[in-house]
């Protein structure tokens, strides 16, 4: 089998344990009773204030726990041999990292169906095409940004560190299309050219994540369907490429 379903199981055991879910619950239940809180003081619009609160909020708190989690429980598994205990089982290096990420990836959208169940129950955003698609680049942000975070956790011998690396590349990613703006509009600056052609390149295979999760979609709605559905299309075949460096750089270590 491609995963193996005991170590799946390992996984989604070791977050229940380090009261991931319960601890994310809490502080989503705390962000919403924020956002109406600081609404409240809003002279007009309080429900779209309320409603971009608690969009972008929630959505930075699942990616900082997703991150924390997944880069020091990986760490973990190393500081503590169990990847070594783990590997000398009837399981390959592929199927591995293929089963952690499996599991790590079905943390990622509970997390992503919380902040679903929250926005909507907040009443603030319409059941509409648009809410779909932010749920939807919602799931997709989360799963790269694991994925990502699986990656550095396995290249990177510290914790701390692929952390770091990890929301460095989330907001380098979140910051692509300001890059490219700069880069394009400015032909004063050194080497603009050069600047634009290497932006355009990187903005080839990073992913686009500042054209998912528009808090922008929940007030005025989607502009258009079509370049968002390519935007979250462009960001699902990001994760194979991230699991695929995870697995060549398990696959040349030595224990």
Same mark, same amino acid.
């Given at each position: 089998?491609?995963?193996?379903?005991?170590?799946?199981?390992?996984?989604?055991?070791?977050?229940?344990?380090?009261?991931?879910? %319960?601890?994310?619950?809490?502080?989503?239940?705390?962000?919403?009773?924020?956002?109406?809180?600081?609404?409240? $003081?809003?002279?007009?619009?309080?429900?779209?204030?309320?409603?971009? /609160?608690?969009? =972008?909020?929630?959505?930075? &708190?699942?990616?900082?726990?997703?991150?924390? &989690?997944?880069?020091?429980?990986?760490?973990?598994?190393?500081?503590?041999?169990?990847?070594?205990?783990?590997?000398?089982?009837?399981? !390959?290096?592929?199927?591995?990292?293929? !089963?952690?990420?499996?599991?790590?990836?079905?943390?990622?959208?509970? &997390? $992503? $169906?919380?902040?679903?169940?929250?926005?909507?129950?907040?009443?603030?955003?319409?059941?509409?095409?648009? *809410?779909?698609? %932010?749920?939807?680049?919602?799931?997709?942000?989360?799963?790269?940004?694991?994925?990502?975070?699986?990656?550095?956790?396995?290249?990177?011998?510290?914790?701390?560190?692929?952390?770091?690396?990890?929301?460095? /590349?989330?907001?380098?990613?979140?910051?692509?299309?300001?890059?490219?703006?700069?880069?394009?509009?400015?032909?004063?600056?050194?080497?603009?050219?050069? *600047?634009?052609?290497? &932006?355009? =390149?990187?903005?080839?295979?990073?992913?686009?994540?500042?054209?998912?999760?528009q808090t922008s979609w929940l007030?005025?709605?989607?502009?258009?369907?079509?370049?968002?559905?390519?935007?979250?299309?462009?960001?699902?075949?990001?994760?194979?490429? *991230?699991?695929?460096?995870?697995?060549?750089?398990?696959?040349?270590?030595?224990?």
């Amino acid at each position: 089998m491609i995963l193996s379903l005991p170590l799946v199981g390992y996984t989604l055991k070791a977050a229940r344990r380090d009261r991931l879910i %319960w601890i994310v619950a809490v502080t989503f239940v705390l962000s919403i009773c924020m956002s109406f809180f600081l609404s409240s $003081a809003v002279i007009s619009e309080k429900d779209i204030f309320a409603s971009v /609160f608690i969009a =972008g909020s929630l959505r930075i &708190f699942a990616v900082v726990g997703l991150v924390l &989690f997944t880069c020091f429980y990986i760490r973990r598994l190393f500081d503590n041999r169990e990847i070594e205990y783990l590997l000398s089982r009837p399981i !390959s290096r592929t199927s591995f990292v293929l !089963s952690i990420a499996f599991a790590l990836s079905c943390v990622a959208l509970c &997390f $992503a $169906a919380f902040a679903i169940i929250a926005v909507i129950a907040s009443g603030s955003a319409a059941i509409d095409i648009s *809410l779909y698609i %932010w749920a939807g680049s919602l799931a997709v942000e989360l799963l790269i940004i694991t994925n990502a975070a699986l990656f550095f956790s396995m290249v990177i011998t510290s914790a701390s560190g692929s952390a770091l690396c990890t929301i460095g /590349f989330y907001v380098f990613a979140r910051m692509m299309g300001q890059l490219l703006g700069i880069a394009q509009a400015d032909a004063t600056l050194p080497a603009a050219d050069l *600047l634009s052609f290497v &932006f355009n =390149g990187i903005s080839m295979f990073m992913p686009r994540l500042d054209l998912l999760t528009q808090t922008s979609w929940l007030v005025y709605g989607v502009k258009d369907v079509a370049q968002s559905l390519l935007s979250i299309a462009h960001g699902v075949a990001c994760i194979p490429v *991230l699991l695929c460096a995870a697995i060549f750089d398990l696959i040349r270590r030595e224990f």
